[in-house]
Structure formats: structure tokens, C-alpha cells
């Protein structure tokens, strides 16, 4: 049927990975394993259509455990069904990491940035939902992922959230709670680089940066959905474990909506249900106060 999820299995090679290799426990080398990927990809697709789906539609595979992380089970879709399964499938949580890809395409003479692929995790559950499937379209956010995401219990944790909530309040119209790592969390992640080395330093788990995919790339290769899996399950884990051994975020360490209002000015913009008069009001403010000191240094 068409809300049949295929499940298809990834595995990866493991091992002390030298440059140009990725470190998985698999049995097969990654070079060897992106070209079969290549090869069967299309087959992959052909099989998908011929049960009434697309391969953009939805799937749904599982990556081994490898690196000190568990087993994934992961959901790439860009169909509301699918998505909203899988999310309601989850079990009860507050903590959530999240990701958002973004793609530049040419508007005329210009070139626009937009978000693309929505990351978020939950323990081993990881859900990749593809926000434009055609390449230029932005579409509203579908009514249950909304929800999911306005939810006032639900926190988001993860890098560079403080440019996520405003692409998501702005381009979407959802205000999110989200705690960026890099902005203000837990002292133990200042100044800890990368991803990677802040998973190898909270989580002692052993991965390396991330093969982030082409943004106008399309279908994506299964070992670059795996890869973004892997780092959506980070964000999570590094926050559960921190909020395990070191208590629960702040009250103040999530992006705030004067935040999301400076940085929304560059975004493109949709008509918002929310009201941002008093978060204009304080940008506008605090923009004074920072050229009047500039002018008048102490």
C-alpha cells in the first residue's frame, strides 16, 4: 500500500579508518559501498515506484550499531504519512536534537538560502523530513509537525539552533524551543569545536565529521542519509546525557524571539500567526544601545 514503509538495511565498513575512509562496521569498503549504492539506486527506485511510492516519498532502514552509538531506525520522507507514523510511534519525550539542512538556488539575479532537510531525533529514533522536494517550492509545514514542534513541553537541543528558530519562525511560522550548544547550554560544550569532537569529548564515542551531502543533490546516496542520522542522534544524546549528569537546561539558554527577530530580517518571510511587536521593540532597542556605545567607547 501506499503508507507501506520499505525498509532497507545499510551497513558500513568499520574499523581504524584512515583518511579518505569512513570508520563502520560493515563488510564491505565504503568505496565498494557507494558504487553498489550508485548501481542499485535506480533499481531501488523502480522497486519503490512499482509499489505506488516514489523514492522522495519515503523510506525506511535501519544503520547498525558502530562507533559507540546504538542502532538507528530511521525514516527519510517528504509525505506527511509517513512522517506523522513515525512521530506518533515515538514514546514520550521532552528532548528532542534537531538539524536543518539548507540549499541555495538562483532567484533571478540573486541567490536564496532555504531550509531543506529537517532532522530530529529521539533516543534511536530518527526522523529526515525533505521540506521542498522540488527544489524551489517551500511548503507550509504540515499541520502535525507544527504541533509537534510548537509543543510548550517539547525542548530541541543541537548546533547552530540559533539560526534554525529563525528560519523556522520566519520561513514557517513556528516558534520552536530550541537550546544551541554553541550559544547558551552546558559549560562543559564552550569552545569544543566540531560536532564530532563534541560527541568524543561529552559521549567518548568515536565518529567523524559529517559527509554532508550536495544541497542540490538529488536522491540522496543511503550512506549520506546514515551520515545524517548519525548526527541528528548526537544532538540528541549529547543533550539526554548532559541533562542526566549535569540537570536540565535553563530557563534562559533557549533562543528567545528577540534573537529569532534579528536574524529573521534576512530570511524570507511568510505571514505570521504570532506576535512579534514586543520582540521588534527590544531588537530595535538593543540595536540603539550597541551604536550608542560604539559611539561613545568608554
Same mark, same amino acid.
Given at each position: 500500500?501506499?503508507?507501506?514503509?520499505?525498509?532497507? #538495511?545499510?551497513?558500513?565498513?568499520?574499523?581504524?579508518?584512515?583518511?579518505?575512509?569512513?570508520?563502520?562496521?560493515?563488510?564491505?569498503?565504503?568505496?565498494?559501498?557507494?558504487?553498489?549504492?550508485?548501481?542499485?539506486?535506480?533499481?531501488?527506485?523502480?522497486?519503490?515506484?512499482?509499489?505506488?511510492?516514489?523514492?522522495?516519498?519515503? !523510506?525506511?532502514?535501519?544503520?547498525?550499531?558502530?562507533? *559507540?552509538? /546504538?542502532?538507528?531506525?530511521?525514516?527519510?520522507?517528504?509525505?506527511?504519512?509517513?512522517?506523522?507514523?513515525?512521530?506518533?510511534?515515538?514514546?514520550?519525550?521532552?528532548?528532542?536534537?534537531?538539524?536543518?539542512?539548507?540549499?541555495?538556488?538562483?532567484?533571478?539575479?540573486? !541567490?536564496?538560502?532555504?531550509?531543506?532537510?529537517?532532522?530530529?531525533?529521539?533516543?534511536?529514533?530518527?526522523? !529526515?523530513?525533505?521540506?521542498?522536494?522540488?527544489?524551489?517550492?517551500?511548503?507550509?509545514?504540515?499541520?502535525?509537525? %507544527?504541533?509537534?514542534?510548537?509543543?510548550?513541553?517539547?525542548?530541541?537541543? *543541537?548546533?547552530?539552533?540559533?539560526?534554525?528558530?529563525?528560519?523556522?519562525? #520566519?520561513?514557517?511560522?513556528?516558534?520552536?524551543?530550541?537550546?544551541?550548544?554553541?550559544?547558551?547550554?552546558?559549560?562543559?560544550?564552550?569552545?569544543?569545536?566540531?560536532?564530532?569532537?563534541?560527541?568524543?569529548?561529552?559521549?567518548?564515542?568515536?565518529?567523524?565529521?559529517?559527509?554532508?551531502?550536495?544541497?542540490?543533490?538529488? /536522491?540522496?546516496?543511503?550512506?549520506?542519509?546514515?551520515?545524517?542520522?548519525?548526527?541528528?542522534?548526537?544532538?540528541?544524546?549529547?543533550?539526554?546525557?548532559? !541533562?542526566?549528569?549535569?540537570?536540565?537546561?535553563?530557563?534562559?539558554?533557549?533562543?528567545?524571539?528577540?534573537?529569532?527577530?534579528?536574524?529573521?530580517?534576512?530570511?524570507?518571510?511568510?505571514?505570521?500567526?504570532?506576535?512579534?511587536?514586543?520582540?521588534?521593540?527590544?531588537?530595535?532597542?538593543?540595536? +540603539?544601545? %550597541?551604536?550608542?556605545?560604539?559611539?561613545?567607547? +568608554?
Amino acid at each position: 500500500s501506499r503508507l507501506a514503509l520499505t525498509r532497507c #538495511f545499510c551497513k558500513c565498513h568499520s574499523g581504524h579508518a584512515s583518511k579518505g575512509r569512513l570508520k563502520r562496521r560493515s563488510y564491505i569498503q565504503v568505496g565498494m559501498f557507494a558504487k553498489a549504492v550508485a548501481c542499485l539506486l535506480p533499481l531501488a527506485a523502480f522497486t519503490l515506484r512499482s509499489q505506488g511510492i516514489g523514492y522522495e516519498d519515503g !523510506i525506511l532502514f535501519t544503520v547498525p550499531p558502530a562507533s *559507540g552509538m /546504538p542502532e538507528l531506525d530511521v525514516c527519510y520522507t517528504s509525505e506527511p504519512d509517513f512522517a506523522s507514523k513515525f512521530l506518533t510511534a515515538w514514546p514520550e519525550a521532552r528532548h528532542f536534537g534537531m538539524l536543518l539542512l539548507r540549499s541555495n538556488f538562483r532567484n533571478g539575479t540573486s !541567490i536564496v538560502t532555504r531550509s531543506d532537510l529537517l532532522q530530529l531525533s529521539s533516543g534511536s529514533r530518527v526522523l !529526515i523530513y525533505n521540506l521542498k522536494p522540488k527544489m524551489e517550492e517551500l511548503r507550509p509545514l504540515p499541520a502535525f509537525l %507544527l504541533e509537534f514542534l510548537e509543543n510548550k513541553s517539547h525542548t530541541f537541543y *543541537g548546533v547552530g539552533l540559533l539560526s534554525v528558530a529563525a528560519r523556522l519562525a #520566519f520561513e514557517f511560522d513556528c516558534v520552536t524551543r530550541c537550546v544551541d550548544f554553541y550559544h547558551r547550554a552546558w559549560p562543559q560544550l564552550k569552545a569544543t569545536g566540531e560536532l564530532h569532537k563534541v560527541a568524543t569529548k561529552v559521549l567518548n564515542t568515536d565518529t567523524l565529521p559529517a559527509a554532508m551531502p550536495s544541497t542540490r543533490q538529488r /536522491p540522496f546516496l543511503l550512506y549520506q542519509l546514515v551520515s545524517m542520522a548519525e548526527q541528528a542522534y548526537l544532538m540528541w544524546a549529547i543533550a539526554d546525557h548532559l !541533562i542526566r549528569t549535569s540537570g536540565e537546561c535553563h530557563e534562559d539558554w533557549p533562543v528567545n524571539m528577540t534573537e529569532m527577530f534579528g536574524l529573521g530580517l534576512r530570511l524570507e518571510r511568510r505571514p505570521s500567526r504570532h506576535d512579534w511587536t514586543k520582540a521588534k521593540a527590544e531588537w530595535q532597542s538593543l540595536q +540603539q544601545e %550597541l551604536r550608542s556605545r560604539a559611539s561613545n567607547p +568608554q
